[in-house]
């Protein structure tokens, strides 16, 4: 797709996501257990053994209570497109909150600015084809997103479990493929150097061959999504989950 045709689309640069995406990549890269991916298409990174054995259990068993089938903002023609199950987590949960709080201290965000994490559950046959993260500016959901903390920026993406055959995530644009492995996570920036959209973070979740895939996925915007500051997680808050 030509780059005019992509821009104007998904939306044109700025400075406030330029900066963020800066200061971001600097955080991570001076954290000795992140490591850059090999690719210069966008800014990626890993980081092993982010969580515990115990803490990917207990949001597997979250997701299994709580899972209905997952949604897209813009509808596709392609009833193929998403066919995996999503669990919207209660940030106030004793198991979900100390998470949240250590995805956004290790992005240095602010945890006000991250969307409910979400559980994705993907069975044999399901998948997610290729999309991306950022909202299109074009877009008729376009002015709700800019309500509610407005564009996307970083993405963290953490596996849950081993697969035994299939369920990798792949960026064919970045020529990147990770294949599910249980405390992994995954982070990446959506936005150009320039705080553009970047088209090159286009990631399709690969079917399922043999086994079931969790993930859970934290999508950051470049303001605050939450009306309040989060200085703990004893009290109940409201939330309402965004989908891609």
């Given at each position: 797709m030509d780059k005019k045709v992509i821009a104007k689309i998904s939306g044109g640069p700025s400075p406030h996501r330029s900066r963020i995406g800066r200061e971001v990549a600097a955080r991570l890269e001076a954290n000795p257990g992140v490591r850059r991916a090999r690719t210069d298409a966008a800014q990626m990174?890993?980081?092993?053994?982010?969580?515990?054995?115990?803490e990917c259990d207990a949001l597997v068993a979250l997701i299994d209570a709580n899972?209905?089938?997952?949604?897209?903002?813009?509808?596709?023609?392609?009833?193929?497109?998403?066919?995996?199950?999503?669990?919207?987590?209660n940030r106030w949960d004793d198991t979900v909150g100390p998470i949240d709080l250590r995805i956004a201290g290790l992005?240095?965000?602010?945890?006000?600015?991250?969307?409910?994490?979400?559980?994705?559950?993907?069975?044999?046959?399901?998948q997610f084809r290729a999309h991306c993260d950022y909202f299109h500016e074009s877009s008729a959901y376009w002015p709700k997103m800019q309500e509610t903390g407005?564009?996307?920026?970083?993405?963290?993406?953490?596996?849950?479990?081993?697969?035994?055959?299939?369920?990798?995530?792949?960026?064919?644009?970045?020529?990147?493929?990770?294949?599910?492995?249980?405390?992994?996570?995954?982070i990446w920036n959506n936005m150009l150097p320039d705080g553009s959209p970047n088209y090159d973070?286009?990631?399709?979740?690969?079917?399922?061959?043999?086994?079931?895939?969790?993930?859970?996925?934290?999508?950051?915007?470049?303001?605050?999504?939450?009306?309040?500051?989060?200085?703990?997680?004893?009290?109940p808050g409201v939330e309402t989950a965004t989908d891609e």
């Open positions: 990174y890993t980081y092993p053994d982010f969580l515990t054995d115990a899972s209905r089938p997952s949604t897209l903002l813009a509808k596709s023609e392609d009833p193929e497109y998403r066919t995996s199950d999503s669990s919207d987590l992005l240095g965000i602010p945890a006000e600015n991250a969307e409910t994490l979400q559980g994705q559950r993907y069975a044999v046959n399901q407005g564009q996307r920026t970083w993405t963290a993406m953490a596996y849950l479990n081993d697969v035994t055959e299939g369920g990798a995530t792949w960026f064919p644009r970045a020529g990147l493929r990770f294949k599910p492995k249980k405390r992994l996570l995954v973070t286009l990631h399709e979740g690969m079917r399922v061959i043999e086994g079931t895939k969790y993930i859970v996925t934290k999508w950051f915007r470049e303001e605050a999504w939450l009306r309040q500051p989060i200085d703990t997680y004893v009290s």
